[in-house]
Every structure is written in C-alpha cells, then in structure tokens.
C-alpha cells in the first residue's frame, strides 16, 4: 500500500510531446463528465423498489430529523448506521422527488472516479502511472455494476469513496508518519463505519497492513511511526464508532443476526458471479478482464510487488473475513463494491500494457501516431463490447413498481377505502407516491394506509368501511389457495379486476444478475356480508303421488350441497317423494366451519 519495492521503469510510458491535450490528467475531466452523465440519465424512469423505499423510510421523509435516527437504529431488526440516510434527508428537504432521493448516490459515485484515477496511477511510475490511472477511472466510469449503484438510492457508492478516501489517506499517512493524516484516516474511517457495517471490511485490511509494518524486520526501530500512531488512530476510529455498538450488539443479538436473509457461505460460483459482475456483467467481459488482471499483476510482480500485494490484499482479504467469520446473511457482491476500483486498477495497468505493446508493433510499419491510434481503437472497442449491451440492458431494466401501483389505486380508490400493505417500507413508498398524484395531497395517511396484520381476524373491526386495496410485492398471493387468499376469504371479497400487475423482473437477469424484483400486485375488496342460508319448500305435506318444489337463497358462504350434491347459490329442485322424506342442506362457511338446514316433507292420503 506504501508503494515499496522495485520501483523499475515502465516501458509504455511517456505521451507524445507537443500535445498537451493527450496528457491523462487534462482528459480525466471528459471521464468524470462521462460518468456523471451515465449516473443522470434516466435516473428518475424507475419506481423505487424495496431498498430504495427503505432509504426513503430511514431518512424520515416524512417525519422529523429525530425520527430519522430513531427509524435507522431502533425500529428495524437489523440497526443501520444513520449517516447516509440524514445525508440523503438534506436533499429531501429540497422537495418530494425521486431524482432528490437518488441524487447522493451519483455523486458519491462521480467523487469516486477521481479518486480512482488517483490511487491506480500510483500503481505505475510516472507518465505510465497517470495513463493507468484515467483508464482505471474510465473502467469504473463505464463499469455496469458501479453505474447501477450510482442510479439507485443506496449507500454503496459512498461506502466506496469513503473505503478508498481512507486508503488514500491511510497511504499517506505511512509515507508522512504525521499525525494530521492519521487524524485524517480516522475520521475517514469512522464516518463510513456510519454509513454501511461492511466498512469493517476494508478498515480490517488496512488494520492488517498496520500490524505488518510493526511486526516486518526493522518495523520496530521507529515505533511512534511504525505502531503507536497507527494503534492511535484505529483506536480513535473504535471510540467514533463506539455510540453505534449498544445497536450493534442488539441487532446481533436478535432473531436475524447481522442479516435479513440467511443463506449459504460463499463459494466458488459465487466468487465467480462476482467477477462476473465486475467484469462488465458477462462472459466475455470476465474473460477480458481476468486476463488483462493477469498481464497487470504478472507486470507488477516484477516491478511493484509491494503494491501488487496491497492491492490483492484489499481485493481477497474482504472475501476471506466473511468467509471465515459466522455472518448468518446472505451476501452480495454489493457488499464487497469497495474492492471493484482495485481490481479496475490492476486491469488497467494490464490494458495500458497492452496498448503499449500493439503501439510498439505497429510502428515500424506505420507512422508513429498510427500505433497511438490503434491502442485507442481497441480501449473504445473493448469497453463499448463489454459494457455496452449490459449498462443498455440495465436502463431497459424494470423495478418493483410501486409507482404505477399507488396511481392505479388512488384512481380506482373511493372515498373511506382502506389500502394494507405488507411491510412499513411499502407503507412509505405508498404515501410517498400517492400524494404526488392530483388531487391526493392530504388524502392518503398512515390512518388509512396500514400495515396488513398478520392475522386478518383481527381487521373484523374495520367491516363497516368501504373498500380495501392490498397491495403485495408477491406474485400468487391472491391464486387460488394463496395463503393470503385463505385469510382474507372469510372477511374480504376480492372485487373484478382482481388483480393490476406491476412487474418488477429483469429483463436481462443473465447479464447484470438476478436483482431480487417483485411484482406488485393491487388487489381490491370488500369486507363480507354475514352469510345467509334459506332453505324451505312450497308446500310441506302433500298428497301420495303429488311433487313440490325445494328452494334455497344462500349468500356469502363457500360452498353449498343439498344431500350430498354441490348446487348452487340460489336455485330450486322439484321432488316427488313416495313417502314422508327429509332434505339437507349443507353449507361450508368463508371461515371453514359447517351448518345444515332440514326441511321434512310429509305424505298423507
């Protein structure tokens, strides 16, 4: 991470004289320009979907600051750290938009292909260094899975420039040994401990680092600069943090640990879907990549391998911590973002080599720009190939559509109807939406949107209100035999159309990865009148050899049989009994219970 080792010469190296405009510091401008525009465009074509309703909930949109922090750590299972959340509040205060709630995003995002451009050109030495740099940052700038993150209202983006601003100031901190850029890498490092948990992650390689300097041969003889400063400063990191812990251990001592969703450790396939991810979301990009990755490493291992190791360090170790320590979550290549600039910038020294290298066998047959030219051909054909169907088929990409959702609700919605949704996240995304629509201002509040209880019995109270929309990010719920369907039967009735499906699912799932969409389903009902069962006949005693007819009106029940035989509803039978004979009507009830009526026809001469 300090850059030491070998230093050697990189032979593709210097830019051509005489043209200030080629020099890689003056066209990182036009990458960071690239990226912004990537990270804008569109940003408000898609509904937000169910994590981006949960910044919106954490951030309080609607309530107050203290809300705000109340909701982040103690109102979910899983305490998260506030910062982002009373960041994105700031933009929120500026009004009720989606492209204000995604902002922050994109420009955590655009800060970071600066500071890419800055710590990959240390991986080279001079003219090469600064050329690896911006290749890295136009990697990053145009990467699928990095411009995903930067369009969606998370915290991912700016876990990795305050993961990477910390390895920059971690960096110059062991060169210096000053205690103003450890103060420096300290403050860094506790704010995105209040951003995301995983920044532990990469606070623990740099730990790592700074255990090794103390310990390596002759890491002893300047203490106060090889151990006591860096002990000081992940110290102070430990008491910034330390307001969070009472959250931490609560969160980890409850039903769901330290994740939502359990799942399996990682594995090789998993290891290899995210490289994929990395690597510009398909096969062919993977098969790039690793092999620039190689050229780059296989490069540095001659000439920079301290740095070589660093970077692999913060690329594998991130991996081998989770896989060792017992999280008890599924994970995401999300979660490990802050290593994707590394691993960018090991391949970037890898395709300027390459560059280099087609320059140089083109010159003796061409003029000494054609060889240039040729290098540039093959970064924009490379890029546009790797990238480009995957960032296209991001943006044709769908979310859960909570916004189409709440508009065909408020349309369809009359006066005193109730809307249940299933989780507070949808609750918020609901009236988020709703009141945006015209004439909804005010209508729409947590008094009549509700949480679905888990019981429906419970909602009998409510029988004496008008209409009820469920709306559910679950597709059958409402089929047949749905397990909402069975509890909503004995006190709802699902109304035509019964169902207004906004899908949620990718359409390129193979090339970006299954991103966990859902369709929201809009259901309306009514609450159930109390059944009624009326069975009788047109005459009760009659003569041998005289008929008469058997009638029956029954409403609001499940099923209907008359001596064993499924009729329905409403109808009538003719009978002709030889003697005295007794008829039974069997009604299956909405709730599951059973009743009977009897009618008894008697014969006399």
Known sequence: MTGEGSAGRSRPATPARGRPWLRPGLLLLPVILLAWALYLHNLEAKSLWFDELGTLTCAAWDGTWADAMRR???DLALPKPPLYFLLTRL????????????????????LTIPLV????????????????GLLAALLLALAPFYVRYGQEARMYTMLTFLALLSLYLFVRAVRAGTWGWWLAFA?????NLYVHLFALLPLGVMALYAGWL???PGGRARPGETAWRPAAALALVFLLFLPMVPY??????GELGLGGDTASGWNGALILDTLRLWSGGNDAGLAVYLLLLAVGAAFLAARQRGLLLAALAWIVLPVALVMLLPFGQALRARYFISALPVYLGVAACGLWLAMGWLARRARPRAAPWAGSLLAGFLLVGVTAAISGPSLAA??????????????????????????????????????????????????????NVRLLPGDLSRALHLADLAGYWFLVPERGTFLPGGALENQAQPHFQILPPATFACDGVPREAEVLGPTGYRTVLAVHAVAS???????????????????????????????????????????????????TAGYTLEVNHLDGTVSSAAVQIEIRP
Do not use: I
């Open 187 to 191: 403050l860094a490092s506790a704010a």
């Open 72 to 74: 982040s750590l103690t």
């Open 117 to 132: 451009y800055v710590l990959a050109g240390r991986l080279l030495n001079g003219a090469a260094g600064r050329a690896a």
């Open 248 to 253: 931490l251990l609560r969160g980890m001592g």
């Open 394 to 447: 991001f943006y044709a990409e769908d979310k859960q559509n909570w916004r189409d959702a709440s508009r065909h609700v408020v349309q369809q919605a009359g006066p005193g109807d109730v809307v249940y949704v299933r989780h507070q996240y949808h609750q918020v995304g609901f009236l988020f939406y709703a009141g945006g629509w015209a004439g909804q201002a005010g209508r729409w509040t947590r008094d």
């Open 91 to 110: 933009f929120l205060a500026l009004g009720d938009r989606v492209l204000l709630l995604r902002l922050p995003a994109a420009l955590w995002a655009t």
């Open 214 to 216: 103390f310990l390596r």
């Open 529 to 579: 009148r109390p059944p009624s069962v009326r069975f009788w006949a047109d005459e009760a005693v009659l003569s041998p050899g005289a008929c008469t007819w058997l009638r029956w009106q029954v409403e609001n029940v499940r099923e209907v049989y008359l001596d064993g035989e499924g009729v329905p509803g409403q109808a009538e039978r003719q009978v002709c009994p030889a003697g």
